[in-house]
């Protein structure tokens, strides 16, 4: 009985430690994956031409890439997720396990869907794999570009992520994302 016990604490144990952790993970790519979740939005909407996509490579992982025109005021490419709302009061950041390729790209959250503004921070990456912290609280709002004057963000939840690139030049992308955690 007592053995029956202790397996039943270690199992209950485990379980609820891997669900703890899982409620951490935003994203994490995989053979598996409904790409359909991610919806590409690149400079067509307003007349550009730069072309991108997402595909999971033989690694598991997504790899957001594609070319960037400046051609006809265009200039950025983006990917973007929508996810059921996620609640992060507690938490202080947004870690990504990436592999870049020595271009800036942007974060970009929304708490909402629906506000027609992002919360975003760039950031640079190695050509390596890392993991980058992006801090919540130093996240500010922007719209087409321009930053707002709103406070940086302080939400109880997010309900959308999204990976940007718009360096205001011609030029081709890669960005291998295996995780998006919330810390």
Known sequence: MKKLLLILTFF?????????????VIYHFNNEDNLQEWVIVNDDVMGGVS????TINK???????GKISTAYNGGFASVRYN???????DKKSIKLKIKGDEKEYQ?????????????????????????IIIPLKEMYASFRG?????????????????F???????????????SIIIE
């Open 12 to 24: 209950l144990m485990f379980f609820n430690l891997k669900f703890l952790f899982s409620q951490n």
């Open 51 to 54: 072309k991108s996509n997402l």
């Open 59 to 65: 690694n598991s992982n997504g790899v957001f890439g």
């Open 83 to 89: 996810c059921k709302r996620i609640y992060i009061k």
């Open 107 to 131: 974060l970009r959250i929304k708490a909402n869907t629906n506000d027609y503004y992002s919360y975003i921070l760039p950031f640079k990456t190695s050509g390596k794999w890392e993991e």
């Open 146 to 162: 321009r930053r707002l004057d709103i406070k940086n963000f302080n939400n109880d939840y997010i309900e959308q992520i999204t």
């Open 164 to 178: 940007l690139i718009g360096n205001k030049k011609n030029e081709n992308f890669k960005l291998i994302i295996d």
